[in-house]
């Protein structure tokens, strides 16, 4: 049972440059969402979405773009990638909406650092 | 808006002493709460949530938590701690009103346990 796979685990960009970070699962789960994490800052909402084709920023959306197209995948999308945009990114899904809100799987996350 | 308060970013223990982590939250209307765990280089992964009835909760390995709605906290606790709790922790909520997938973390907890 795989759960959430991301990837890369680490990655290495310079200023300016793009990139994805892949994230499926394969819990059939409708929510799936975006974090950052900083030390002394927890974990931060960037992009969620609540099923196919529906998406909706969170508390730090700037810099990121995402997409749903299915059910499985949620890729986030750095598009000039920035200093202050290395971090670790976490994948987290769930049960729709009034199931077991709140219960997110994690993937073992992303480290990504901008030089 | 939501948040989330942790005190104390770094708590240390003996093995075996009680651990008490803090957390207090403020919201508009009656939340869901959740400690999150996460082990180094690992996602997070839940260990308990309140959502409504028995204002006490039990998770897994041996931690509860009570909500108190007049102190607007949820703390979390564990009797005798155990070196493989050494990790750091996550207490959240989410607003039922607009989505319960959607939670705010706080800044997190790092347990140590000393032998």
């Known amino acids: 049972n795989a759960g959430v796979t991301q990837t890369p685990k680490f990655q290495v960009l310079k200023t300016g440059q793009s ?24 974990l931060r909402l960037i992009h969620y979405s609540v099923g196919a084709g529906i998406t909706d920023q969170g508390e730090v959306p700037n810099g990121y773009n995402v997409s749903r197209s299915t059910t499985e995948d949620f890729p986030l999308r750095l598009l000039s990638a920035a200093p202050s945009q290395t971090s670790v990114y976490f994948c ?8 077991r809100p709140g219960e997110l799987f994690f993937g073992e996350g992303s480290r990504l650092t901008v030089l | ?69 007049s102190e607007t906290s949820f703390h979390l606790t564990k009797p005798s701690a ?18 319960g997938n959607k939670l705010v973390f706080g800044a997190g907890t790092i347990l140590r346990v000393k032998s």
Not at chain 1, 92 to 99: E, I, L, N, P, T
Not at chain 2, 38 to 63: E, M, R, S
Not at chain 2, 91 to 96: G, I, Q, T, Y
């Open chain 1, 19 to 42: 990139m994805t970070l892949q994230c499926a699962q394969d819990m059939n789960h409708e929510y799936m969402s975006w974090y950052r994490q900083d030390p002394g800052m927890g």
């Open chain 1, 92 to 99: 987290a899904s769930s049960y729709g909406q009034g199931y």
């Open chain 2, 1 to 69: 808006a939501q948040s989330v308060t942790q005190l104390g970013s770094h708590v240390s223990v003996s093995e075996g002493a009680l651990v008490l982590l803090r957390c207090n939250y403020s919201s508009s209307v009656p939340p869901y709460l959740f400690w999150y765990v996460q082990y180094p280089n690992q996602g997070l992964q839940l260990l308990l949530k309140y959502t409504t009835g028995a204002t006490l909760v039990k998770g897994i390995n041996g931690f509860e938590a009570e909500f108190k709605k």
């Open chain 2, 82 to 99: 155990h070196m493989s709790d050494a990790a750091e922790y996550f207490c959240a909520v989410s607003d039922l009103r607009e989505y």
